[in-house]
């Protein structure tokens, strides 16, 4: 099984700045990897496929990089609707895993 | 719309059963893979199933292996999760999701495993 490590568990920005959340597979995924924005009580919200490819209706502020085993998203002057929990996955292998989370709070 | 929504879950106990469906509507079902994916209180997303748009292609993850099954019906527009030998820790909201990059979700249904 893959292991994806996102960093850090909660990261503390403040509107308008720049967060970068980041992501670690255990072994490469190539460029099969995902990110999702969960806000509380609902169902998580594709941001990112393919490492950097921006879901359809996804805001030009969030972009993803890296391929093999490190990856980031970025998301550039933070709105206060962007304080919420993202998630990576892998979807290279078998079983599909995602990481811990990483919560966004504001500063 | 396109849409899927999850029914069947609740409050069982330890050892029990619980059968979850999920109707899609507004797309072909057919024609997509189908997954399901559970979050328990507080925690992390947790993929747990998977079966190909004809059904021949499934997968579980190691936690249900042996447990539960996942099927579905393209002529009823439905996908299913039997869940046998419910535990505690099988206490989550279980989604219904389409695709290995899940661009549609449903709301979640709430699976309640205690005595």
């Known amino acids: 099984e893959i292991v994806m490590t996102q960093s850090p568990a909660t990261l503390s920005v403040s509107p308008g700045e720049r967060a970068t959340l980041s992501c670690r597979a255990s072994?490469?995924?190539?460029?099969?990897l995902a990110w999702y924005q969960q806000r509380p009580g609902q169902a998580p919200r594709l941001l990112i496929y393919?490492?950097?490819t921006r879901a359809t209706g996804i805001p030009a502020r969030f972009s993803g990089s890296g391929s093999g085993t490190e990856f980031t998203l970025t998301i550039s002057s933070l709105q206060s609707e962007d304080f919420v929990v993202y998630y990576c996955?892998?979807?290279?292998?078998?079983?599909?895993?995602f990481g811990q989370g990483t919560r966004l709070e504001i500063k | 719309e396109v849409q899927l929504v999850e029914s069947g879950g609740g409050l069982v106990q330890p050892g029990g059963s619980l059968r979850l469906s999920c109707a899609a509507s507004?797309?072909?079902?057919?024609?997509?893979?189908m997954n399901w994916v559970r979050q328990a209180p507080g925690k992390g997303l947790e993929w747990i199933s998977y079966?190909?748009?004809?059904?021949?292609?499934?997968y579980y993850a190691d936690s249900v292996k042996g447990r539960f099954t996942i099927s579905r019906d393209n002529s009823k527009n439905s996908l299913y999760l039997q869940m046998n030998s419910l535990r505690a820790e099988d206490t989550a909201v279980y989604y219904c999701?389409?695709?290995?990059?899940?661009?549609?979700w449903g709301q979640g249904t709430l699976v309640t495993v205690s005595s």
């Open positions: 999701a389409r695709g290995t990059v899940v661009v549609l």
């Open positions: 507004g797309f072909t079902f057919s024609s997509f893979e």
């Open positions: 079966i190909g748009s004809n059904g021949s292609s499934i």
């Open positions: 072994q490469s995924v190539s460029s099969n």
């Open positions: 393919g490492a950097s």
């Open positions: 996955q892998q979807y290279d292998n078998w079983p599909i895993t």
